[in-house]
């Protein structure tokens, strides 16, 4: 008998869809309605699709778009349409698949974008939600078309955002997933816009859902598209700073410092100023209270990690404590260039600079305490002294791992403290290893840079040096590493290459200085030789960044090789032959002559200067 009701049911919904007045449609969509509320379980897959076919496109474009009026000037409310039309859509969503790739769906949703400003809010944000999950990799579907609303069409749901999350994962699912088909102008324009937006929007409200949100997005979203007018990115450090300032739970903590690295590392010239400076005009030191409180999370929770390496709260402990070590490279950045600038120092009194650097020291020690733990865990397991189950998550699969490199060799090569220096040679072991698999593996953090940088303080100290050289770091990976840059194709080869030769070179001039004996250094004459055949043409004009960045390496090489040529008129039984000191002559004439070209006179007097005979 139900079933006869049934498709009784049916029948009168296609016959009252299919009329041509909207009377005899709404009072179809009704029963249709009422039909889908009773029945849906029972309907056939082919039911459904002739159901939803039979539903004309523009009769659903028009009840979503009618705005209720008074009642006494009508006898049907017209949001009562509305809501019918959001209901019926919703639940075909549930019985139909890919709705955010079929058009009948998801070219509602400019209408819809709008209705939220008039009747239930919930039934229409979840609509929208559903239609913009278009997969990645689509050209076409729901994310693409809300993506190519304008911001005043995507202004109401921000406006109901601090009320419902839900509007975050549609405006973080669309910029990531959706823009691909907008001009990147138009599409980075817009992305700003809508930030200061939702910033308005959230006034006055907790602002944790808000940094998760910005964090969200700038970890996933297409650099290309980064807004660069940043109208949004002060308030937003405000945001962080009066969060940092106050009381917190586990939860908002978390917010405010994954929302502070994920703008630092998304503009790190430009986060650092809003982030680390007060306001000139307020009294309270909130920046400064920002920075002191991720120091005292990670004091504080460094000696936590170990013990939970095996515990399902790791991964998110692990990622709140590398984004804070994140933060605090960034700021240690920030302290190095603040010594030139006035303003800055105004805010950074001398007090305060004193006992941030007193913290930072403390904080160093205990970073580098931490990663010597891990590594030894390391080596204990990986020699069956003790089991894998105690390592848990490999030191190279941790976040933590090149946060914290990069914090401490970020400070390293900057400060002078021999102790620190001197504590960091029990982490060369470490660092060596991370070079060998960076220059075999793209998959793990590109970590030789900050590694370079580390070991440019470290190689200050005697224990420095001595652990470097018991390491086999220099002919395992520095060799290696400077001998591929030398030997390889332009066209394969990018300016962090170069920025890394340099570093490398570097390394080697602090070697070659701190060198007592008399003995020439292994890879010596390899390396001149590898010198003497590189490739260089003269140019009269810069491409770009690559081009400059090339012939600095080439002439920072230059005033390796001098040395080394140099080297040879020590007792050191180094034999050279004079065709090379001929290339090397020929390659520094090449670049003295772009210097020249381009009318450096620093740098072409620099490659004039040097003796290679």
Known sequence: MTSCVM??????VHQLLAAKDDTSRFVGLLLLKTTLDNHASDLRHEQVIELWNSISPRFLDRLIRTRPHPASQQRK????????????????????????????????????ANAVLYRDHTTVVELIHVLVQQPHGQAVGGATCFAQLDVNSWAPLIEIAPLYETVLSIFHWTWVNGSASVPVEEMRSKIDEALLLFVSSFK?????????????????????????????????????????????????????????????AAYPEKAPGPLFSDDPDTSRPIAYLFVKMVQVDILSTLHLLIPKVDTTEYPSLSRRIAAALDIMTSFVGFLITAADNADTQKILTPDRILKLHEDLIKTIGDVMEYLRDRWDDFLACSRGIESSQSSGRSIFEDPITPAAVRFVATWLRDDDGEALRSQAAGLIDLFAELYKMNMSSTNIPELRLPI???????LQTSDGREAFHNSGLLSRCLFPDLRSILTGQDMALSTGDYFRGSAIVQVFHILIEHDESSRPHPGSVDLLEIIAKCDYQPTKVMEGVLDRSRLDFITDVLELAAILLNGASREAPLTLQQKTKASIKSLASGVQQSWSALNDESMTERIAELNFD
């Open 7 to 12: 498709e009784l049911e049916i029948r009168k």
């Open 77 to 112: 409310q017209p949001g009562d349409m509305l809501d019918v039309a959001v209901a019926v859509i919703y639940t075909f969503t549930k019985l139909l698949n890919d709705c955010a790739l079929n058009e009948k769906f998801y070219a509602r949703i400019p209408n819809l």
């Open 452 to 458: 370079l940088a580390a070991l440019e303080g470290i």
């Open 204 to 264: 006055g409200q907790h602002p944790t859902p808000l940094l998760d949100f910005i964090a969200l997005v700038f970890e996933n979203l297409d650099p290309n598209l980064r807004p660069l007018k940043l109208r949004w990115i002060q308030p937003v450090a405000r945001l962080i700073q009066e969060m940092a300032s106050n009381k917190q739970t586990a939860d908002g903590r978390r917010a405010y410092i994954r929302c502070a690295a994920a703008l630092l």
